[in-house]
């Protein structure tokens, strides 16, 4: 085989924004992740509405050390504010002796404990009020699982209204499992909230986990997309307000910005509660701190998922087109606009120079041709200079694509975001993808992608499909692996970039790949030929209808025949969230680098509502034979 370089030849510029990451909270990306919050339910909100194993006290431990009393969750007229509603109410009835003695509550953290880290400084903040004219004492301490005292502070708590108190703690020793205790001594009613560990060592000072956002830099990112995914553009549409604070509302990025205290929280579509303590503010810091372009995504008013609802009428939908446009102007607006002036008043004076809007993820309903135009039409009038990304809807081949790209075509879009999770093979045999693209159409912002198995060898059929986004650098303009992290405790989605738990991160060679093209983005292509190009054998798709899961017992013995006859045995399949352990939906890997994957309905249904029928999924198989099989 002869490789000519045709060094003398200009090919296409390749964009600064080549490579990116797409970050979403997903697999407790950001509770328990990236946002160095301590604490887990720091503000009593977990609900049965988020997982169905969650009550408001989830992560507390209840104390009575040498006091007696009570400590329970209350929802009532003495609340924080109307966005955080829940409180913990401690009745101290009898005081007890000693600097530790008291009624209060212990957080247990995430992955087995709080990692502490010896003469390192951490924030303790508590929001409280107290029906004891003389005031209360806390004692707030940070100890081991057995209550050894690590560290030990006091603070006073003063008059019947609500007020944030501060404190230092500094470990003496460290530990991977540390606790965090606060607890009323003497006696009395004290209210607290937001009880708050971050440690004072965050990336770049922004809140961040440091060594996570330390990794995650080495990418060196051209863009960053947040915050979704399937969060952007599932739940009701509902906003957090009365009569019902709905608890499962899509993502509406002005509940996530301002005073922590009071934005509120709101199940996240992947099966847990999401403080927003991480929102639209953190991550256009976070984008900055990069030096990455900010890419926001917003719900358009169907959602996507699996999650099959519409905006119902119109003055919902201006809504949602209102709040896109008023992003724009948080990002970029000065002190006279509405909503640039509260950037400013949070804190962040200078624009966060947005130029690019992604509008919906994974659409593909009736209403949303209709309503994407709405907020195309929007946004180019009132930003005429901002890009506009569309998206090919949740199946990167068939129907839906073919549609939408015309589609996309048609509006004369900047970018269509195209997702694919595909098999090693398929990887492999699409390097040249991008080669017959319309070069006078839209530009392609590839927003997730990974080759499905979890094997060294996925990395490099990724490596191989990347020459090919490069290569065709004039129509791929972004691209970005996904999902980026995992908690290694609650693994949902598989496989991802990096895993993390407390204390470490493990990086898997995709990571190492994505690593080498994104630290290596060339200004221009330089056109290459090879005499004798490898030829691979085409995949083989088809549709196969199962009704069996209910009684199915063990699924990593199901065996499934492919509409072309051959026959699919799952040897293994990753995921482990706790609504699907045992019960084998996911993704598998098979034999002969085949693959089965459930589709994009019957995953999400089953992740989000832990549904327990497991009966009448259709699930979609994909084989792909291996060259010469
Ligand atoms: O990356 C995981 C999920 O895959 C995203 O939330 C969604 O956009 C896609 O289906």
Redesign the pocket.
Known sequence: RTITVNADQAGPDIASTMYGAFY?D?NQGADGGIYAELVQNRSFEFNSADNRAFTPLSTWEVLQRGSAGTASVRDDGNRLNEMNRNYLQVDATTAGAGTAAGVGVRNTGWNGGHRLEARKKYDYSVWARTSNPAGSTLAVALETPEGARLALASIKVKGDAWAKYNVTLSPKSSTASGRLSTVVQGTGTVRLDMISLIPQDTWNGHGLRKDLAEKIAELNPGFLRFP???IVNTGSYDSYSAPNYTRSRTYQWKETIGPVEQRPANRNFWGYNQTYGLGYMEYFQWAEDLKAVPVPVVPVGVTG?GDNRAVPDQATLDKYIQDTLDLIEFANGDASTLWGAKRIAYGHPAPYNLDRISLG??EYKPEFKAYFTQFQDAVEAAYPDIMVIGNTG?DDQGANFDDLSKFNADRNVDFVDE?YYNSPDWFLSNNHRYDSYDRDSYKVFLG?FASLANKPENALAEASFMTGLERNADVVKMASY??LIANEANVQ?SPDLMFFNGTSIRTTPNFEVQKLFMNNVGTQVVPSSQNNPVSLAKPITGQIGLSTWATAAKYDDVKVTGADGAQLFADDFSGTASAWTGNGVGTWSVQDGAYIQSS?SALNTMVTAGNTSWSNYTLSAKATKTAGA
Request: negative net charge.
């Open positions: 979403e997903i979704g995914g399937c998922c993820n994974e949740p997702h997730e996904a999902p989605w994009t």
